[in-house]
C-alpha cells in the first residue's frame, strides 16, 4: 500500500498553480496518470522519486519517503524509473547498464532473456534503436526489485508496432514481478491494455479516478450499448470511410465520418456506441 | 646553424613541460569539484564565481603578475607566513611559477568540463542517482566517462595555454637558469640581445609542438565525435 498526500507550488505556462494529490494505491496495481501537458503529471512522479522537493506525505508500506520534516533521498526509495527518452548510461552496454544498478548476473539474464534482449548484452547502447534502448530501460529500472516503478511516457517516442511489443514486454514484466506501477500516458489504447486504474489530473487536481473504462468512456445515458475496440485499418469506398476494428477477436467493419478518418491511428482504442432510434 | 642546433640549451623548454604538467595535474583535481558545482547549482553564487573564474581570460598578464607577486612576497602577510611557519619562498622560483599558472590557466581547465558537465542528460544522472549510486559514484561513473572529449580538450588547452604564457611568469618568476627561466622567457631574452638564429629555432620548435598537440587533439575529438553520432 502507498500512501500519497502531497501539495506543491508549481510556476506552469498559464502561471502559478498548485500540485495537490492525496491517493493511494494498493500493491500490485498499474495506475495510469493521464491529463493534458502541465497538469503535474511529470512532477507528481519526480516527486515520488525524491528527485523533486514537496510538502506532504509519503508512506510506502510502513516505510516514510516524504513527511514534514524527512525526505528519504532517491538513492534509497528502491524504485524503478523508466524515462521518456532512455537516460540510458551512454558509456556502458547493454548488461553494464543493468549491472550497474545491482550486480546480480542471473537476474540480469532473465530480465534480458525476457525482453529478447540477452543476444545484444556486450553491444553499446548507443547502437541500439529507440525500442531496444528502451527496453533496456525498463530491464534496468527492474534490476533493483523497486517496489514501486514509475514510467514517464515510456512508449511515446516509439512507432505503433515498437509501442504494441514493448505494451506486451510489460505485460510479462508485471505478471511475472507484480511491481506495483505508475504510468503517464496519453495513450488510451495503452492506459486500457496496461494499468487496472487511471487517476486523470487537471491544474494539479485530481478530477477523475477509477477503471479505465469509468475513466475513459464517459457514456451518455441515451446509449444502448457501448464497447470498445481498437482500431485496424481504413479504406475508402465510394464517398464513405470503412474502419475495420477489432472486437474481441472478431473484425468488424464500421463506418466512420471523414474527421474522425483522418484522426484515426492504428491501434487507436475507440468506444462504438449504439444508440435509440426514434422512428 | 648546425653550431647553434648542437650549443642548443633545452633546459628552458623542459622548464616549460614541467611547469604545464604540474599545473595541469593541480589544476585537473581542483577543477572537477569546482566545474561539477558549477554545472549542477542554480545558486545566485554561481555567476560571481563563473566571473571570477574567468577573469584571467580577460586581465592582462601584468596584472595578475603583479598582484600575485604583491601577495605572495615576503611583505604580504601569505608570503611572511610561508617564509616564516613553512620556510618556503613563493616568489621568484619554481613553486611560485606554479602557483601563478593555476591562477593563470584556471578558466582553460574548468570551463570546458563545465560545459561538458552540462551537456550531460540529467535523466541519466538522476537514473544513476534513483539506482542507489551516489553523486561521488555517479560523477566517476558515469559523468567523467561520458565527456572524455571535454577533459581531454581542457588537459590539453590548460597545458598548451600554460606553455605559452609569458606575462605572469616573467613578472613572478623573473629570469632565472633551471629554476624559472621558461621557453617564452628565453625567446624574449635571445630577441633582446639580439641573438635571432637562436630565437628563430627555439620558437620553431615551440609552433611545431604546438601544432602537433593541437591536431592530436582534433583528430582524437573528430574520431570520438563520429563514435558518439549514433546516440540521440
Not at chain 1, 49 to 56: D, Q, W, Y
Not at chain 1, 97 to 116: C, G, I
Not at chain 1, 130 to 154: F, H, I, T, W, Y
Not at chain 1, 183 to 202: A, M, Q, T
Request: proline letters at 4%; one cysteine or more.
Amino acid at each position: 500500500m502507498i500512501e500519497i498526500d502531497i501539495c506543491k507550488k508549481l510556476l506552469g505556462a498559464k502561471g502559478e498553480m498548485h500540485l495537490d494529490v492525496d491517493f493511494n494505491i494498493k500493491e500490485k496495481d498499474v495506475v495510469a496518470l493521464t491529463g493534458e501537458s502541465g497538469a503535474g503529471k511529470t512532477t507528481l512522479l519526480r516527486i515520488l522519486a525524491g528527485l523533486e522537493k514537496a510538502n506532504g506525505i509519503i508512506k510506502v508500506d510502513d516505510e516514510i519517503w516524504l513527511d514534514n520534516k524527512f525526505s528519504l533521498p532517491p538513492q534509497k526509495r528502491r524504485i524503478g524509473f523508466v524515462f521518456q527518452e532512455y537516460a540510458l548510461f551512454t558509456n556502458m552496454s547493454v548488461e553494464e547498464n543493468l549491472l550497474f544498478v545491482n550486480n546480480d548476473k542471473e537476474f540480469s539474464k532473465k530480465l534480458l532473456k525476457m525482453t529478447n534482449l540477452y543476444e545484444l548484452k556486450n553491444i553499446s547502447v548507443t547502437k541500439l534503436s529507440g525500442g531496444q534502448k528502451q527496453r533496456v530501460s525498463l530491464c534496468r529500472a527492474m534490476m533493483n526489485r523497486p517496489k514501486l516503478l514509475l514510467m514517464d511516457e515510456p512508449l511515446s517516442a516509439l512507432d505503433p508496432n515498437m509501442r504494441t511489443n514493448l505494451q506486451q514486454e510489460i505485460l510479462t514484466l508485471h505478471k511475472e514481478f507484480g511491481t506495483t506501477t505508475i504510468l503517464v500516458s496519453h495513450d488510451i489504447s495503452e492506459i486500457y491494455k496496461l494499468s487496472n486504474r487511471v487517476i486523470k489530473l487537471h491544474f494539479g487536481k485530481i478530477v477523475a479516478d477509477g477503471t479505465p473504462k469509468d475513466v475513459l468512456l464517459q457514456m451518455s445515458g441515451n446509449e444502448k450499448f457501448s464497447f470498445s475496440v481498437e482500431f485496424l485499418e481504413i479504406n475508402r469506398v465510394d464517398m464513405t470511410y470503412i474502419a475495420v476494428v477489432v472486437v474481441g477477436g472478431q473484425l468488424v467493419e464500421v463506418v466512420v465520418n471523414e474527421r474522425e478518418a483522418k484522426e484515426l491511428k492504428v491501434g487507436d482504442m475507440m468506444s462504438i456506441k449504439v444508440k435509440k432510434n426514434h422512428y | 646553424m648546425i653550431e647553434t642546433l648542437q650549443n642548443l640549451n633545452f633546459a628552458p623548454f623542459i622548464l616549460s613541460f614541467k611547469l604545464a604538467a604540474i599545473t595541469t595535474l593541480i589544476l585537473f583535481v581542483i577543477s572537477l569539484p569546482l566545474a561539477w558545482y558549477l554545472s549542477q547549482t542554480s545558486s545566485r553564487a554561481k555567476p560571481f564565481i563563473e566571473a571570477i573564474t574567468a577573469m584571467p581570460i580577460v586581465l592582462p598578464p601584468s596584472v595578475i603578475g603583479f598582484y600575485i607577486l604583491y601577495s605572495l612576497s615576503l611583505n604580504s602577510p601569505i608570503g611572511a607566513f610561508f617564509d616564516e611557519y613553512l620556510g618556503v619562498t613563493l616568489v621568484f622560483n619554481f613553486t611560485g611559477l606554479v602557483i601563478a599558472s593555476c591562477f593563470y590557466s584556471l578558466p582553460f581547465m574548468v570551463q570546458p568540463i563545465q560545459s561538458g558537465f552540462e551537456s550531460l542528460n540529467k535523466n541519466m544522472l538522476e537514473a544513476s542517482y534513483i539506482s542507489g549510486k551516489s553523486k561521488l559514484q555517479t560523477i566517476f561513473r558515469v559523468a567523467l566517462p561520458n565527456i572524455k572529449p571535454s577533459l581531454l580538450t581542457a588537459i590539453i588547452v590548460t597545458f598548451a595555454h600554460t606553455v605559452g604564457e609569458f606575462g605572469v611568469v616573467l613578472m613572478v618568476g623573473g629570469s632565472i637558469p633551471d629554476e624559472t627561466k621558461v621557453a617564452s622567457v628565453a625567446i624574449y631574452e635571445m630577441v633582446e640581445i639580439m641573438d635571432y638564429e637562436s630565437a628563430h629555432i627555439y620558437s620553431a620548435i615551440m609552433i611545431i609542438m604546438s601544432f602537433l598537440v593541437l591536431l592530436s587533439v582534433y583528430i582524437f575529438n573528430q574520431k570520438i565525435n563520429k563514435k558518439f553520432a549514433s546516440f540521440t
